[in-house]
């Protein structure tokens, strides 16, 4: 028996009506045994009541689809982790617990049917099922334990949600939204640590597995995610989850269906979002292609940069900008200049940056050579030159930067008169 039967046992002293009859009085069991099931219509709950585990269906989902997952016990729509995400139930008749062969598994009694389990070649495969056991932590993490050690811990297997204290490592940092709001099969999007940034701070979206739809950068505060969850604060040690010191409020973090990458953070009860990226349409990655600048406040959010013109023109009057714009000229040699341009440039790095005395050093550099397609000086008299083609230019971005960009002067024709913020319009 649970530690919350022992406990109820204790009440039958002073009051011997109540009997310990696991259906009744035992609902609030924070642990399973290797035998013991979680039926349909019984859960787990965490020792401070914060996290329940069982059978749900989604609010809103149609039809009789019963999935296994963890949710908040003061708020029961809200799903953190979910069990057969791909394989509901569409009937009553299932459960949960350890298999015979020391599985985790959610199982259709009638038709025999596993919807889910996990088993891993773990290092006891000759243990004893008996010293199995499944919790459920307060952290909202169910662990399975054989005798100390864990086997398995869904902490480490997340699903669209990030909870405080869960790993931020590149391994395990990936969330796969669910596929719709009241569908929580494999979605179109996942986010996880960018595998070619070695400082693992940075983020990407992937859409449908193989396209980067959003990519953080430093103001996107994402990047330092981990401090959100104050994610290993001296004195807190992850595997004492009875220990509640390091968090002092609810916050969780979801890939959501829409693709947008959330922050929740809780207050008397109530969520309010308090981050969501990307936070408009000039957020997702490369959104106006090439040399397109992106304004998320117009109604055509995308336009060439002046002296430049659609590469697939069709597409770009219809909306899909993916392709973005080329020089009608290419620009090299005596007959260039430079348009001036306030821009944000997320996400993209310059090829080669230089110290110099002034501007007009910079403006030089990047004329005699042929390649360079653009440059941003600061008064720190930094030099940087672009080599290859701008991507996410964002205008009226508040961390907007100075930037000149290389086009031929047949190109710009009456548009040139000194400097300009986009104070143009392209049609
Ligand atoms: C759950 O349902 C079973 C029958 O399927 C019933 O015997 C049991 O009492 C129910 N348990 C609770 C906690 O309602
Ligand atoms: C399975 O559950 C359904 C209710 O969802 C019930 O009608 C049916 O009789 C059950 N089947 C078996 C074999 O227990
Ligand atoms: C363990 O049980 C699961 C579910 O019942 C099954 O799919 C899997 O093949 C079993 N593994 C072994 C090694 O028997
Ligand atoms: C392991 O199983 C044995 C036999 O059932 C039991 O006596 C023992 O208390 C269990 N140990 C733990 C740590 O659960
Ligand atoms: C688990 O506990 C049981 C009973 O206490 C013991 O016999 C067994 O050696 C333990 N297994 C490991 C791997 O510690
Ligand atoms: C996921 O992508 C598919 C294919 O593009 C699309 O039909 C579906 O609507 C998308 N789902 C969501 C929730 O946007
Ligand atoms: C996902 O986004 C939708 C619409 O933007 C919102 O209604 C919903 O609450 C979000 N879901 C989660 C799990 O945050
Ligand atoms: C918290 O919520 C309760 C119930 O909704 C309300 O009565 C109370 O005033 C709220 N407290 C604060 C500090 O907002
Ligand atoms: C951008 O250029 C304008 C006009 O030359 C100048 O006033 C401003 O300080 C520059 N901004 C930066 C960040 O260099």
Not at 41 to 46: A, D, F, G, R
Not at 347 to 358: A, F, I, R
Not at 392 to 406: A, D, I, K, M, T
Request: overall charge negative.
């Amino acid at each position: 028996m649970s530690t919350n039967c022992m406990l109820t046992s204790m009440f039958i002293l002073y009051i011997p009506v109540l009997l310990c009859s696991f259906h009744v009085y035992c609902a609030d069991r924070i642990s399973l045994r290797y035998g013991e099931l979680i039926r349909d219509n019984e859960t787990l709950v965490s020792p401070g009541g914060e996290f329940e585990f069982g059978f749900f269906s989604p609010s809103g989902s149609s039809g009789y689809k019963r999935y296994v997952g963890i949710w908040y016990k003061w708020d029961k729509r809200t799903v953190v982790w979910v069990a057969n995400r791909d394989d509901p139930l569409v009937n009553s008749n299932g459960t949960f617990g350890i298999g015979t062969n020391g599985t985790l598994q959610v199982l259709d009694t009638s038709s025999r049917k596993v919807h889910w389990y996990w088993k891993d070649d773990y290092w006891c495969d000759s243990c004893t099922n008996a010293n199995m056991t499944v919790n459920l932590k307060e952290s909202g993490n169910l662990v399975l334990y054989y005798n100390e050690t864990r086997l398995w811990e869904s902490f480490e297997n997340p699903t669209d949600t990030f909870l405080p204290r869960m790993s931020m490592m590149s391994s395990t940092m990936i969330l796969t939204s669910w596929r719709d709001r009241d569908d929580p099969g494999i979605g179109n999007y996942t986010i996880k640590k960018d595998p070619l940034d070695v400082g693992d701070l940075n983020t990407l979206i992937i859409y449908q597995g193989n396209t980067i739809y959003w990519k953080s950068m430093k103001d996107d505060r994402l990047s330092t995610i981990s401090d959100y969850f104050s994610m290993n604060p001296s004195g807190c040690k992850r595997r004492s989850d009875y220990d509640k010191s390091c968090i002092d409020y609810n916050v969780r973090l979801v890939m959501n269906f829409s693709g947008m990458i959330e922050v929740w953070k809780e207050k008397n009860r109530t969520w309010s979002l308090i981050q969501a990226e990307p936070r408009n349409i000039c957020g997702v990655y490369k959104f106006c292609g090439k040399f397109g600048s992106c304004n998320p406040n117009n109604k055509l959010p995308c336009k060439c940069l002046p002296g430049f013109m659609p590469d697939v023109p069709e597409k770009w009057h219809s909306g899909d900008f993916t392709n973005g714009c080329s020089e009608n000229n290419k620009a090299c040699g005596d007959r260039n200049t430079f348009l001036s341009l306030k821009m944000m440039i997320r996400e993209d790095k310059p090829q080669e940056s230089y110290m110099v005395n002034d501007e007009n050093e910079c403006k030089e550099t990047c004329l005699k050579n042929c390649e360079c397609k653009s440059y941003s000086y600061d008064e720190q008299d930094s030099c940087q030159i672009w080599t290859q083609d701008l991507l996410n230019l964002q205008e009226e971005h508040p961390y907007g930067q100075n930037l000149s960009v290389r086009v031929a002067i047949s190109d710009i024709g009456n548009l040139l008169s000194g400097r300009f913020y986009f104070l143009y319009e392209f049609a």
